[in-house]
């Protein structure tokens, strides 16, 4: 073989030299676009320490926060929207009495009665307060204090007790704010805090600093210092009911040492307690607690926009963003993790509903017992069984998501509600027996808002319906 042949067969074809220039320079290409991504995401993330404007220890606009914290603004605001409802929740606002006529009763003689609807987002907080038929001018200022960012700037201006003792409509000028930024966040580090003296109070009462919180317990206690329950000591000065601890017994105990009353019950005249909204309560009884999972966790998870990751502030229900809420931890599809969390409230749903009919039953046996003639004296142990077993169904069922956040504690709560109902209302045949009735009382017709309230305004008139 030939020189020449042997220098042919070795020499590579033309096509080659280009194809390995075109593959180096793609390399290269995609490399300085990785950079360059990377270097833009570093930017991204330090922008916002790099525009910070000072924001006023007590500012309660929160389009001025926005300016710093565009992100978090532009997703607080979509708290505006009425979202799609969920089976049992979100922000639209259901009309609970038309939903369930037996409130009415089991209300009969307090405001609800009369107006109870589910409440929006946090961006129509004063809407919502001013516009209830359930707050009026008459109402202490105490109404305003977890409805606006306007409320730490007043309690500074004129002292938690001096706050309190105003009066709502003297404030309603002064309060323009709905929930937002300062309510949570120190505005020089925009680290949690609490603005709120009443859970700092509690945290006192059960000797315990909430200084000392961590700051994932944070993200649950800025939630705790108004999705709680609540009572207006000496009338006026608002006032967790934590000292014993927070159960629903203890809590039951709390009010029973302190002889507190909301309302007496306009049927069975019974010393009445109303609970509020006690979600922490009931989630601090719960599994997500029990496993240092947060409130805003779930309702208020992260978000990540290029290279910047932050806490979305649209609060709403998870089952509306589950991508990011349940199914962070919960590797199921988004329909079964739906299906899980809808069939949990609806058991919890079911037995709160039987404990309803076993309240009003026990309302109604009081009053026709009143209409019999027994002795209020022999009534009282009655009262007592339906004063704690309406606060405990209330315990669950004002609480938001229908029991989710402690299924079993709220399940054993609602069972604990109809054992001391059926109890008073076994008291009460007796009493009646003793009088000869042995018929059950003759009860109207609830089936619907409409007449449940004329029975109710007939009871509260003095024209009490003939129930023997």
Known sequence: M???????????????????????????????LLAVSIMERRWEAQRPALVLKPIAQWEPDNAVWGQNYPREYESYLRT?????????GGATQRDYLERDPL?????????FSKEYKQARGHYHAIEDVTGTKRVTAANMAT??????????????????DGFYKNHFADLKARVTHPIGCQDCHD???????????????????????????????????????????YYFKDKYYLTFPWAKGLNVDQIISYYDEIKFTDYVHAVSKTPMLKAQHPDFEVYSQGIHAARGVACADCHMPYRSEG????????????????????????????????????????????????????????????????QAGVAEAGLAPARQLVRHAQFRWDFVSAN???????????????????????????A?????????????????????????????????????????
């Not at 067969?9 to 320079?25: C, D, H, I, N, Y």
């Not at 229908?402 to 059926?422: K, M, S, W, Y």
């Open 103 to 111: 409130q009415v009763i089991l209300f009969a003689g307090y405001p």
């Open 307 to 370: 290279g910047v990751k932050f806490t979305d502030h649209h609060v709403q229900s998870p089952l509306l963003n589950i991508a990011n809420s349940c199914a962070v931890c919960h590797r199921w599809g988004e329909d079964e993790i739906r299906q899980r969390v809808e069939g949990i409230q609806a058991k919890v749903q079911a037995v709160k509903l039987n404990a309803e009919q076993a309240l009003v039953g026990a309302h109604l046996d009081i009053a026709a017992a009143m």
């Open 2 to 32: 030939s020189n020449t042949e042997s220098s042919s067969e070795k020499q590579l074809p033309r096509w080659v030299g280009p194809l390995v220039f075109s593959m180096t320079a793609g390399i290269i290409l995609v490399l300085a």
């Open 80 to 88: 505006r929207a009425t979202n799609p409802p969920t089976l049992f």
């Open 428 to 468: 009460v045949a007796r009493l009646l027996a003793a009088k000869g009735i042995s018929a059950a009382p003759n009860y109207p017709d609830l089936s619907t808002r409409e007449k449940a309230a004329a029975v109710m305004k007939a009871f509260e008139a003095g024209e009490k319906p003939n129930l023997l």
């Open 400 to 426: 938001n998501g229908v029991g989710f956040h402690a299924p079993q504690e709220c399940t054993r709560i609602l069972a604990d509600a109809i054992n001391e109902a059926q109890q008073a209302r076994l």
């Open 143 to 160: 109404c305003w204090t977890c409805k606006s960012t306007d409320v730490p700037r007043l309690m500074a201006e004129m002292g938690v």
């Open 187 to 229: 505005p020089a580090t925009m680290n949690l805090r609490i603005t709120r003296p009443a859970l700092k109070e509690a945290f006192a009462a059960q000797g315990r600093k909430i200084e000392d919180a961590t700051h994932q317990e944070m993200r649950s206690l800025v939630c705790a210092q108004c999705h709680v329950e």
